[in-house]
């Protein structure tokens, strides 16, 4: 059976070497699939496959046309290897050609995320001032004077009408727990 194979593989070669089209068609037929799959695998698609399994075909058959020519392995293992071989290249060359567009996706990429960051702050801050007006009176008061104008406890106690700055302090804590659920409500 092996001497058969052999045969086989030696008439397909004869084959090749004289350009005949059926034993190309056959070759093509036969050994193309598991090219195709390993360029698939490894970043390529149906195209790469096809002009990869070309380009190696053609290989094979200037590689026929010399008479010292003798393949010492199976032709499904030497057209792969040629195959591997030529896409390894070509993955190379376009990385290599690539780089600044890898770069320009890695910038893009970036902004993108500093985008996103921005309109979540924008969300929140949206969220912040809807649930500051929802929270009313005395709490909305409270909370501008100490947050926004920064105004100290005893400042906001005066203010505000409390006895002291302690009942202001108190009175601020109650208001941010009940900011705090409106807001996560939202």
Known sequence: MKNKLSL????????IKNNNAMAITYAYKKFYPSVANFIRLNGGNDDDAKDIFQEAMMILFHKTQDENFNLNC????Y?????RNLWLTELKRINKNSQEINNF??????????IDEAEEKIKAQ???????????????SILTAFYIEQLSMQEIAKK?????AENAKNQKYK??????????KL
């Open 160 to 164: 505000m009408g409390y006895t002291n």
């Open 74 to 77: 199976k032709l499904n293992t």
């Open 79 to 83: 057209l792969y290897s040629i195959s």
């Open 105 to 114: 996706d890695e910038i893009i990429s970036d902004n993108e995320l500093l």
């Open 8 to 15: 086989d593989e030696q008439t397909l070669i004869q084959g």
């Open 175 to 184: 208001c941010l727990l009940r900011l705090k659920k409106i807001y996560q």
């Open 126 to 140: 949206q969220n912040l001032k809807l649930s500051l007006e929802t929270l009313g009176e005395p709490c909305k």
